[in-house]
């Protein structure tokens, strides 16, 4: 039996922040990476994360390709990870912002939703 083909809508857009560059990179990295923004990035749910079964990760996608640079904030992840993990939401770009003192950095995230 074929199954129902579900439709997406328009293309959205939100602002998020990506936490924790501080425990990943060094002033001087977040500096090198601030000079290479914007930067598309990508993120990358951790559902075994030890300490937050709801995680997303950012990840670097060049520069230094592959770096895990920090997470979406808990209460984001908290209502973006589970519209993931069931498809109800695709991700279609992460563009890394800005880079900022502090160990915070800006995320514009474009995103289609599953409409039944």
């Known amino acids: 039996m074929p199954t129902k083909k579900h439709r997406m809508s328009k293309e959205k857009t939100m602002n ?10 060094t002033t001087t990295a977040q500096e090198q990476l601030q000079d290479q923004v ?7 749910r951790e559902p075994e994360n030890n300490h937050d079964e709801n995680a997303i990760a950012v990840h670097l ?4 390709k592959d770096m895990m640079i920090g997470y979406l904030p808990r209460d ?4 973006l990870a589970p519209l993931l993990d069931h498809g ?3 991700i279609t770009s992460v563009w890394l912002k800005d880079v900022m003192p502090g160990g915070f950095g800006d995320l514009l995230v474009s995103f289609r939703k599953r409409i039944s």
């Open 16 to 25: 998020v922040q990506v936490v924790g560059l501080n425990y990943r990179m």
């Open 38 to 44: 914007p930067m598309l990035v990508q993120l990358v």
């Open 61 to 64: 996608t060049r520069w230094r």
């Open 76 to 79: 984001v992840a908290a209502r």
């Open 88 to 90: 109800d939401v695709e």
